[in-house]
């Protein structure tokens, strides 16, 4: 097969599972990645031959993704706020609406001293602490997470990018420990919220492939996250710290009442990019 036809077969057989638009996607994304083919490149030389390693990878790639594994996932990689980040199955997909968090936290950051203190809870992929010392060279950035294997990923993003960020294995749910951590000046975690009675609805290249550990909660505690922040942010933030958490869109004025409860002075609530209830900030 010429290279048209090789990239239309690709994206027929995606287009069995997912639809049109979102296969077109991927399917750009593959080719770029696998065969350094843009979709110009298909339109200017149609008959153009893909080496065979190149083809062989092609099929193994899309005999993944027709298993719905995500193509972030089978390509071991994801973009993130300009920048490309590694993944793996031990770390959540970065997502778009999250850079509006991270875009919230550099608009108040960016008016405060330089060197202020920030404390990244479930860092994951490291996505979130990587994008805010990029633009906030200064900060002092601690990022923890429970899983290991999700530190590991992490910390090679952050050497990727040349950024400095100091990684913790912490268990954040274990009060016990909380003496173990100094004081921030700001708080920011975007942490499992989905109820699990939500999981039968989900798409299977979510819940069958990445992290349930950083994706859901139990049903009878869907704010136990935020609940946890809201207590710690009171010994562990400085005067007029604040917190930013990413929140479902169902909860989050339970979230902000969370955090009323709690005595926080300022407590808002952000819309994401899709006009969706996503961030809920606090001041101590």
């Known amino acids: 097969m010429n290279l048209k036809e090789t990239y239309k077969n690709f994206l027929l057989q995606l287009q069995t599972i997912y639809g049109a638009s979102e296969a077109s996607v991927i399917t750009d994304w593959v080719f770029e990645h696998d065969a350094s083919v843009k979709r110009m490149d298909i339109i200017k030389s ?11 990878q092609l099929q193994n790639h899309l005999a993944e993704l027709l298993q719905h594994k995500p193509v972030q996932y089978v390509l071991g990689e994801a973009w993130f706020y300009n920048m490309k980040l590694k993944v793996n199955e031990h770390v959540l997909i970065p997502r778009p609406e999250t850079e509006d968090l991270v875009e919230l936290i550099l608009s108040i950051a960016k008016k405060q001293p330089p060197n202020i203190a920030i404390l990244d809870i479930g860092t994951g992929s490291g996505c979130i602490s990587i994008a805010l010392k990029k633009h906030l060279h200064a900060a002092v950035i601690t990022a923890i997470d429970v899983s290991n294997d999700a530190l590991t990923v992490a910390k090679q993003n952050a050497v990727n990018q040349n950024m400095h960020i100091e990684f913790k294995e912490f268990d954040f749910l274990n009060e016990a420990k909380w003496d173990k951590l100094p004081v921030f000046d700001v708080l920011v975690s975007n942490p499992p919220y989905i109820p ?11 819940t069958e492939y990445e992290p349930a550990s950083a994706l859901f909660v139990p049903d009878n505690t869907p704010l136990l996250f935020y609940e946890k922040i809201a207590a710690f942010g009171k010994e562990h933030l400085n005067y007029n710290g604040k917190i930013f958490v990413e929140v479902h869109e169902n909860f989050a004025e339970k ?30």
């Open 46 to 56: 149609p008959n153009g031959k893909l080496s065979e390693s190149t083809v062989l």
């Open 255 to 284: 979230t902000v009442a969370v955090f009323k409860a709690a005595n926080y002075t300022y407590v808002d609530v952000k819309k994401d990019m899709y006009g969706k209830d996503r961030i809920v900030m606090a001041r101590n």
């Open 196 to 206: 699990i009675n939500e999981k039968a609805k989900m798409r299977k290249n979510i």
